[in-house]
C-alpha cells in the first residue's frame, strides 16, 4: 500500500464531549475499535495509537516527525513553563543533553543515601502504628515521603528552606487554572537560591547544583535563571507524582495478593543485606523488580502521551496527514488481551526475562520510548525498588476494604481514594519477633532465644 491512497482508520463518527473523562472515553472505543482508531478530540483530528509496532515508528523510528505536543501537554506547560517536557527541536535537544549528566548511575547511586533516609524515617512510623494496631494512609503517606526525597536530592542543604513551600504538591492533589498559578510563582525560590549560591560561592552536588554547572555544548553557556527555575520544577513534579502514584498503587496490589508478599520476603530471606541495599546488589533481587514492573503494568503513572504528525506519514495500512494528533496510552498497551494474557490481573511472574523475550519490548512502555522517554526513568526505578526492599522486609501490609479501587486521571494515573492500611510487623526466617513500645515511642524488636527467654535483636 502506497501513501497515497490515504486510507483513514476506523473510529466513533461523534467528538468526544470534554464533559465525559477522556481516560474511560478512550478504554470503551479500544473496546470498540481495536489498536488504531481515529476520532475528534478537543476539535483536532486524533489517532488513539495502542499497537507497539506502530508506536515504534512514533517514538522511535520516525520520533523527530512527531513533536510532543496535544492538551497533556499545554496543561504540562501552563504547570511548569518550557520545560523538558513541553519542548521540542534544537531546544529540547540542547535542554536533554544539559540535563542527561544528572541522571546518570554514578550520580544516581551518590543519592542512595537520602532516598535511603526518607524512606526510614517513614519506615519508623508504620512500624510503630503495626505495634499499637493503627492503620496508616499509604496514599498520603508516601506521597509526603517522595516529595522530601525529590526535595532533598535536588535542592540538597537548602530542603529545609524549600519544604514548605512546595508542600502544596502533596496536599492539593487539583492540578487545575488555580494551582498552576500558585506552583509557577514557586520559580521564584529556585532562583534566589541559585542567586544565593552563585553569590556565595556554593559548589552543590545536588540536582540543582549540577544544573547550574551544566553548560551548553554548542556555546558553552550556562542556563539562564529563568529557565534553570523551569527546569527544576519539571524534575519536582516528574519525580514526585509519578513515584508517589505507583509506590501507591504497587502497595495496592501486594495488599491484595499476600502470598506475592510471602514469596517477596522469602527472597529477601534469602538474599539478606545490610541497612541499605546497594546499587550494585538490586539486580539481584529479581523477584522485587518483577514485582514493580508488574505494578507499572498495571497502574503506570504516564498513562497518556501525545504527538502531533509534522509531516505526512504512514502506520500499517493508515495514512497519516500532517497535523494529525497522536494519542498514546501505554494504560491500554500494557492491558490489550491482545499482547497480554488475562491483563487486568496481577502476575508479577509474567516479568520474567524469559517471557520478555516472547513480546514486543514495546508492550511494555511505562516510561516511554526513544529519544523522548523519561529521563528520570533510572532514578523512578531505584527510588521504587530501595521503598519496596526496605518495606517489605519488616511489614506486610493489609487492606480489608474489599470496593474496587476508583481511577482518576490528570497529568497522572491515581487512585481516587485514599489506600487506609494496617501494617504488621514481619516474622523473619528462623524464628518469631515480639515487638514493644518503649517510652520514646520507639519499637524495640525482641527474639525469644531457644530457652524462651527475650532478648534484644
Same mark, same amino acid.
Given at each position: ?29 479500544? %473496546? ?32 523527530? @516527525? ?33 540535563? *542527561? ?8 547511586? @551518590? ?5 535511603? =533516609? ?41 530542603? !529545609?528552606?524549600?519544604?514548605? /513551600? ?8 487539583? $492540578? ?42 554548542? #556555546?558553552?553557556?550556562? &542556563? ?8 527544576? &520544577? ?9 513515584? %508517589? ?7 495496592? +496490589? +501486594?495488599?491484595? #495478593? ?31 523488580? *518483577? ?23 504512514? +502506520? =500499517?495500512?493508515f495514512f497519516v496527514p500532517a497535523g494529525t494528533e497522536i !494519542? ?5 498497551? *500494557?492491558?490489550?488481551? /491482545? ?20 513480546? #514486543?519490548?514495546?508492550? +511494555? ?15 523512578? $526505578?531505584?527510588?521504587? *525498588?530501595? /521503598? ?6 519488616e511489614l506486610l501490609l493489609r487492606y480489608d476494604d474489599e ?13 481516587? #481514594? ?16 515480639? @515487638? ?22
Amino acid at each position: 500500500m502506497t501513501i497515497t491512497e490515504r486510507l483513514a482508520p476506523p473510529g466513533p463518527t461523534e467528538p468526544y464531549n470534554s464533559t465525559e473523562d477522556l481516560f474511560f472515553w478512550m478504554n470503551e472505543n479500544f %473496546a470498540r475499535y481495536g489498536d488504531i482508531y481515529k476520532a475528534s478530540v478537543f476539535g483536532s483530528d486524533v489517532f488513539v495509537v495502542s499497537n507497539p509496532v506502530f508506536c515504534e515508528r512514533i517514538l522511535r523510528r520516525n520520533w523527530m @516527525n512527531y513533536a510532543r505536543s496535544g492538551q497533556v501537554v499545554k496543561r504540562i506547560s501552563l504547570l511548569l513553563g518550557r520545560g523538558l517536557i513541553g519542548s521540542n527541536g534544537d531546544f529540547w535537544v540542547k535542554q536533554r543533553r544539559m540535563i *542527561q549528566p544528572a541522571f546518570s548511575k554514578s550520580a544516581i547511586g @551518590n543519592l542512595v543515601p537520602v532516598i535511603a =533516609g526518607g524512606n526510614a524515617e517513614l519506615l519508623a512510623t508504620w512500624k510503630l502504628a503495626a505495634a499499637r494496631g493503627e492503620t496508616v494512609n499509604v496514599t498520603l503517606d508516601v506521597s509526603r515521603m517522595v516529595l522530601k526525597v525529590t526535595l532533598s536530592v535536588i535542592f540538597g542543604d537548602d530542603y !529545609y528552606e524549600v519544604r514548605s /513551600h512546595f508542600g502544596i504538591l502533596a496536599e492539593e492533589s487539583a $492540578r487545575d487554572l488555580e494551582f498552576a498559578q500558585t506552583f509557577r510563582l514557586l520559580g521564584k525560590v529556585i532562583r534566589e537560591i541559585a542567586e544565593r549560591r552563585r553569590r556565595d560561592s556554593v559548589i552543590a552536588e545536588d540536582f540543582l547544583g549540577s544544573l547550574m554547572q551544566a553548560r551548553d555544548r554548542e #556555546h558553552g553557556e550556562p &542556563m539562564p535563571d529563568a529557565q534553570l527555575a523551569q527546569e527544576v &520544577m519539571t524534575l519536582i513534579v516528574a519525580g514526585h507524582e509519578t513515584t %508517589a502514584s505507583l509506590l501507591n498503587w504497587m502497595w495496592y +496490589l +501486594l495488599s491484595r #495478593h499476600p502470598k506475592v508478599q510471602t514469596r517477596l520476603a522469602e527472597e529477601f530471606d534469602r538474599l539478606p543485606w545490610g541497612e541499605v541495599p546497594s546499587m550494585d546488589a538490586l539486580p539481584d533481587y529479581t523477584y522485587a523488580r *518483577q514485582i514493580i514492573d508488574e505494578a507499572l503494568r498495571l497502574y503506570p503513572p504516564l498513562w497518556l502521551m501525545t504527538r502531533k504528525a509534522i509531516n505526512d506519514d504512514q +502506520l =500499517g495500512d493508515f495514512f497519516v496527514p500532517a497535523g494529525t494528533e497522536i !494519542y498514546i496510552s501505554p494504560y491500554l498497551i *500494557q492491558r490489550s488481551p /491482545h499482547l497480554w494474557e488475562a491483563p487486568d490481573s496481577f502476575d508479577p511472574d509474567r516479568m520474567t526475562p524469559e517471557a520478555e523475550q516472547n513480546r #514486543h519490548e514495546l508492550a +511494555l512502555c511505562p516510561f516511554g520510548a526513544g529519544p523522548r522517554n523519561c529521563i528520570g526513568e533510572f532514578l523512578a $526505578r531505584v527510588e521504587i *525498588q530501595l /521503598h519496596l526492599m526496605m518495606f517489605a522486609r519488616e511489614l506486610l501490609l493489609r487492606y480489608d476494604d474489599e470496593t474496587p479501587p476508583e481511577v482518576t486521571t490528570g497529568m497522572n494515573l491515581l487512585s481516587k #481514594h485514599d489506600f487506609i492500611m494496617r501494617p504488621e510487623l514481619r516474622m523473619p526466617q528462623g524464628g518469631c519477633t515480639a @515487638n514493644r513500645i518503649k517510652d520514646d515511642n520507639s519499637i524495640e524488636q525482641l527474639r525469644p532465644c531457644q530457652e524462651g527467654r527475650e532478648t534484644a535483636a
